[in-house]
């Protein structure tokens, strides 16, 4: 039971079948075009529980007043609401401590702070920023932007044709002007899991601080800040089954402390006065304004959902479903499959004939069968392979094989269409 | 990539498209091709805007009583039913007007 006394689902019938959350989740009891729901796009954003839901709705019945600044009930329990989700969320990453777990917009604004906040500070002419070929624009344009304010160079490490980074490459970029690196954990467009323990000792060896991009890793499999030793992770509420409008910065300590606030506002201070403002410590220094508290509230729910599940299991379950999607794809005649890395999650890119993407998800749509199409926010990869575009089919716990025999299916019925 | 000949007399007297697009976009600049030869290009822009206001729902006029008929590129009117493909369908209509206005920068649809 939650401080809501809103139950979490029965867990001990749930042992060995990952698939029946299907039922924990709302948006499955619908049709769409007179077909049920084949929801193949988690990677764009993720359906919630109705824990989710209505823990959020009893907050806002019940439970809302502003957090921090007041002394009356309401104000209590607003706080510890928002509060007591930053403790769960900082103990599903194993953050070291929850001044070290900061609440942001989502994934795009945690990276956009360390790049103002981190390198802005100390970045000259002839200072380097690395990242890889794999980025999603908001891993890279908030990089661009600083680089454009402070004179430093952006680089790029290559990927191949599987998708895979290139790993002697990227370590051989990582010299002494290179002041951060900045790389994804999973590849939104391609599903390419990079091996971060060996990339961020390197970078460590060098004295070069990593920021991970989380947002497509923390919904699929175990995150341990402390084991991956990451100077930086972002992550956002929506792609892990939490509501839109919240994420997490996670930092450490050490930089934090020493980082400049990222905006003013009230929260973040101590004290305000015209001839000096003294800034509050650490994680409120870094959250200036009312939060989201409904959103940090879904957050820390979906969060305990999560681990009643546990990210092992989920893990798991969904590796033994993406090696079914993967060669159930296989068997349609034409398909051309767009990232094949040997460490994948979640994700297939594919292209069917010459059939263009957005025709192909239109149709699909039609069977109900819901993927995204186009660049996935990540145009140099679409620029690497030399195409406009791809379908992507991303899957998340409450997915099954029905969804992949839908997918299937669908393409046969795209098939048939275009080849009249 | 959509080519335009223009001769001296405000006469299209070539069109010809090519690139990769989706199945709309495709139809519609084959359509575009079929319906502008030969007009000049005061009766091409009107084709246009009568078309792309029809597709944004802001017409139910087809013919608009000044000779223009839409004809054949009302097929593309399905489109309406799928509001995220409209721009699929408008892009190649852009780029005429783009093309009769003498624009250099690539079209969009924005």
Redesign the interface.
Known sequence: MNKHNIKLPDRVDRIVDIANCRADFPAFSQEINGHPLTYLDSAASSQQPAIVIDTVAEYQRHDHANVHRGVHELSHRATEAYEDARDSIGTFVNAASRREVIYTSGTTESINLVAQSFCRPTLKRGDKILITHLEHHSNIVPWQLVCEQTGAELLVAPIDQQGQVDLDTLLALLDEKVKILTITHVSNALGTVLPLRKIIAEAHRRDIPVLIDGAQAVPHMPIDVQDLDCDFYAFSGHKMFGPTGIGILYGKEAHLEKMPPYQGGGDMILEVKFDGTTYNELPYKFEAGTPNISGAVGLGTAVDYLQSLGMDRISKYENELLAYLTKQLQTVDGIRLIGTATQKASVQSFLLEDIHAHDLGTILDRQGVAVRTGHHCAMPIMDFYGIPGTVRASLALYNNKQDIDALVEGLGEAKEIFSG | MLYFQIGGDDRISDVRFEG?????SVASASLLADTVIGLNTADALKYSSTLVERLAGRTTVDDNGEGINLGKLRALEGVKE?PS?VK?ATLAWHALNAAIHGASQPTTTE
């Not at chain 2, 990769?20 to 709309?24: F, K, L, V």
């Open positions: 990769s697009g989706c199945a709309i799928f493909r699929c």
